[in-house]
């Protein structure tokens, strides 16, 4: 994977929301950790996370009867959010500039020393510590079918 480009709702450079995970797999190979997260039986839904070190990106699959691509979370260097490296911007820039592109559902929360704004509009959480992003996580919702909704 070559682009970083963070698209809200769209996606992470060359892979949408809603790829397979078998179209995920050839195009980034198997990853360097993956975990089932739910219960099928208890919860009915299904859920798979895919760890890539290489660039510094996790991405969740859902869906019961195909697993599509449904969230992104990285701590890439590289990671592009409408042109600006996007670990490098403080929160008050986060802000402007999620809201000069539309995104205006606004929360933010401390726990345990970090700061997660949350743009509601977006399905997108940045993380912050000590005032430095650590991580940005996006995604879509994602039926039993593997549709977006």
Do not use: H
Request: net charge negative; hydrophobic share 40%.
């Amino acid at each position: 994977m070559k682009d970083f480009t963070i698209m809200p709702l769209k996606g992470y450079g060359e892979i949408p929301f809603g790829m397979t995970l078998d179209d995920t797999v050839k195009l980034l190979n198997m990853p360097d950790f993956y975990e089932e997260l739910s219960d099928m039986e208890e919860t009915g839904n299904r859920s798979i996370y895919y760890e890539y070190d290489a660039i510094q990106t996790n991405i969740y699959f859902e869906g019961v009867t195909k697993s599509v691509v449904a969230c992104f979370e990285t701590e890439n260097e590289a990671a592009t959010l409408y042109g600006k490296k996007v670990l490098e911007l403080k929160k008050d820039e986060v802000v402007k500039l999620m809201k000069d592109n539309g995104f205006k559902e606004l929360e933010e929360e401390t726990e345990d020393g970090e700061l997660r704004v949350t743009f509601e509009d977006a399905l997108m959480d940045f993380f912050f510590e000590d005032d430095k992003m650590t991580a940005v996580s996006w995604g879509v919702l994602v039926d039993e079918q593997g549709d977006i909704i």
